[in-house]
C-alpha cells in the first residue's frame, strides 16, 4: 500500500503530500505522523501541499486533526503552499481550519515553525 | 405545399434578374427608416443582389423549412448581415425592414396572371417566407446586442477587481461596487493567484468603494480573508466608512479576529510594521548629499551634452 513519506529534518518532521489523498490513506498518515511525533521526539511538523489539487470536508478536517494531535504531542504544525482552488473549497466547505497556522512556501514555513518552537522555549524556560 | 410554395417565387426569380433588385433597393432607400449615415447605397445595392442570388438557390432546393441545409447560405448572409448592423447601431427593426421592403416587389410581380385565388395563396405563402426570414434576422441582431452585453459584463467584472502592489510582498485590492457572489468569487481567484504568484505575505483589501455592506457581503468578506489565511497570507480590511461601522455593527456581524482599519494608508503602516520596515524622512545631511549628487550628475549631463 503506498504512504506518504514523513522525512527528518532536525526537530522537525516534513510530510510532503506529492499524490491525490483518499480516505484510506489519511487515516494511515495520521497513524505514521503520530508515532514519528513521538519516536522522534519532534517539535513541529511541516506539510506541504502545494501538489494537492483536490480536496474534500475528510480530508480538510484530517488536517485540522492533524495539527490537534501534535499539539497534544507537543509538536506545532504549520501547513504550508495550499492552491487558491484548494483554500476556496475548504472555506466553502466551512472548514476554515482556525486551529491551524499556514504559510506561502516551506521558506516561510520553516521561519514560523522556528519562531514558534523558540517562543515556546522561552515560556517553557519562564515557567520552569 | 413546399413544391406549391416556392415555384412561382423560383420562376419569378429565375426570369427577373435587374429589375427587381432595382426595385427592392430603391424601396429600401426611399423608405422613411433608411439611415443613410449608416449605409451607402453601394452597400445596400451590393448586399440585395447577393440577397437574392442566395434566395434563388435557396428557393430552387424547394425546401421550405429555413433552418433546413439548403437554406444555409441565406442564413449565413443573415447572420453577417444582422451582426454587421447590431454593430452600426441600427435598431432592431431597421435591420429586418431589410428583408420586409422586399416583399413589395415581389408581390407586384406575383399578382401579375393567373386567377384571383392563386395570386391569392402564392402570394400568402411567399409572405410566410419572408415573415420568417425577416423574424431570423431579428433574432440574430438580438442574439448579437446579447453577446456585446455579455462581454462588457464580463470585461467589466474583470477590470473592476485589480489586484496592485503596494510594496513587496503587499498588495491591495481596492473594491468598487457592490459585491455579489459572482463577483466575489472573482475577487477572491484574483487574489489567491496574486498571492501564489507574488509571495505576497500581506493582503489589504480596500472596501472604500463598496456602497453598502450587508450580511451577504460581509461573508464574502470574511471569506476571501478566510481562504487566504489558509494559503498563509494575512488579510487586512481597510476603507470602512462610518456608516457601514454602524452597520455592520447593527447587523450583528461578527468580524472575528479580522483586522480592521479606517483608511488604506493605516491598513499600509501595518502591514510596513510587520514586514519590518518603517517609512522616514531623511536626515539634513543625507538630504544634502543627495541634492549634490543630482546636481553632479546634471552637470555631468550638460558637460556631456
Redesign the interface.
Known amino acids: 500500500m503506498e504512504r506518504i513519506p514523513i522525512l527528518k529534518m532536525g526537530e522537525y518532521l516534513l510530510v510532503t503530500i506529492q499524490v491525490d489523498m483518499h480516505d484510506r490513506l489519511a487515516m494511515s498518515l495520521q497513524d505514521d505522523l503520530t508515532s514519528r511525533i513521538v519516536s522522534a521526539r519532534a517539535k513541529g511538523v511541516l506539510i506541504d501541499i502545494s501538489a494537492l489539487e483536490m480536496v474534500d470536508s475528510f480530508i480538510g478536517r484530517m488536517f485540522g486533526d492533524i495539527a490537534a494531535m501534535s499539539r497534544v504531542l507537543d509538536a506545532e504544525t504549520v501547513v504550508v503552499g495550499m492552491q487558491p482552488a484548494v483554500a476556496i473549497t475548504l472555506v466553502e466547505l466551512g472548514l476554515s481550519l482556525p486551529g491551524v497556522r499556514t504559510a506561502l512556501n516551506i521558506e516561510r514555513g520553516m521561519d514560523l515553525l522556528r519562531g514558534l518552537t523558540a517562543a515556546r522555549g522561552r515560556d517553557d524556560a519562564g515557567s520552569a | 405545399m413546399a413544391t406549391d410554395a416556392s415555384v412561382p417565387l423560383h420562376e419569378l426569380l429565375q426570369k427577373d434578374d435587374g429589375t427587381l433588385v432595382q426595385n427592392w433597393v430603391d424601396a429600401q432607400i426611399n423608405a422613411p427608416s433608411f439611415r443613410s449615415d449608416r449605409i451607402s447605397r453601394q452597400e445596400v445595392m451590393d448586399q440585395s443582389r447577393r440577397f437574392v442570388t442566395l434566395l434563388r438557390e435557396a428557393v430552387r432546393s424547394g425546401e421550405s423549412d429555413i433552418m433546413g441545409p439548403a437554406w444555409i447560405g441565406v442564413r449565413q448572409m443573415l447572420d453577417d448581415l444582422s451582426v454587421g448592423r447590431a454593430q452600426q447601431g441600427f435598431s432592431p427593426s431597421e435591420t429586418a425592414a431589410f428583408i420586409f421592403s422586399l416583399k413589395q416587389p415581389v408581390f407586384d410581380r406575383l399578382q401579375a396572371g393567373g386567377t384571383s385565388s392563386e395570386v391569392l395563396s402564392r402570394v400568402g405563402s411567399t409572405n410566410t417566407l419572408l415573415d420568417r426570414l425577416g423574424l431570423y434576422t431579428t433574432e440574430v441582431f438580438q442574439r448579437g446586442r446579447e453577446q456585446v452585453i455579455i462581454r462588457q459584463q464580463q470585461e467589466l467584472m474583470e477590470l473592476s477587481t485589480p489586484v496592485v502592489t503596494l510594496w513587496e510582498g503587499v498588495l491591495a485590492l481596492p473594491l468598487i461596487g457592490t459585491l455579489d457572489s459572482a463577483r466575489t468569487q472573482v475577487v ?2 484574483n487574489l ?2 496574486r ?2 504568484d507574488s ?3 500581506i493582503a489589504i483589501i480596500d472596501i472604500t468603494g463598496v456602497p453598502t455592506v450587508d450580511t451577504v457581503t460581509a461573508q464574502h468578506l470574511l ?1 476571501t480573508v ?8 494575512d488579510c487586512i480590511i481597510s476603507g470602512i466608512r462610518p456608516q457601514i461601522a454602524q452597520t455592520i455593527v447593527h447587523l450583528g456581524v461578527e468580524l472575528g479576529s479580522v483586522v480592521t482599519k479606517a483608511t488604506l494608508a493605516d491598513a499600509f503602516g501595518i502591514a510596513l510594521k510587520r514586514l519590518g520596515l518603517a517609512v522616514q524622512k531623511p536626515s539634513n545631511a543625507a538630504r544634502r548629499r543627495e541634492e549634490e549628487g543630482t546636481d553632479g550628475r546634471a552637470a555631468a549631463d550638460r558637460g556631456e551634452g
Not at chain 2, 226 to 233: C, E, F, I, P, Q
Open positions: 477572491m481567484e489567491l493567484q498571492i501564489v509571495g505576497a505575505a471569506k478566510a481562504a487566504a489565511r489558509l494559503m498563509g497570507a
